[in-house]
């Protein structure tokens, strides 16, 4: 009842900037919490940023260089000073009273 749907992934070099736009739409009932996954190649799924009543919540390895953002439905990942370790398929999270619903994601590459 729930679709999540990423956009916004690509190629970019190395220092460069990308904006990751997350929608979720459909029956959606009070969301409590929206926020940002990625997963490399051999690793597991692991939590890059959320933002729940305000309060945002980041990996240490992107404290800096990454912004999450919300409005309603709407959630975005501004991410600048990219290093090839950000190469990842990011998820987008969204919660809400009756589950736990993820994007299919987007691919960003960062390479020189």
């Known amino acids: 009842q729930v679709q999540v749907v990423e956009s916004g992934g690509g190629l970019v070099q190395i220092g460069g900037s990308l904006r990751l736009s997350c929608v979720a739409s459909g029956n959606i009932f009070s969301i409590n919490s929206m926020g940002w996954y990625r997963q490399g190649p051999g690793k597991q799924r692991e939590l890059v940023a959320t933002?729940?009543?305000?309060i945002t919540n980041y990996a240490d390895s992107v404290k800096g260089r990454f912004t999450i953002s919300r409005d309603n439905n709407k959630v975005y990942l501004q991410m600048n000073s990219l290093k090839p370790e950000d190469t990842s398929v990011y998820y987008c999270n969204v919660i809400n009273w009756a589950g736990n619903y993820w994007g299919q994601g987007t691919q960003v590459t960062v390479s020189s």
């Open positions: 933002i729940a009543a305000g």
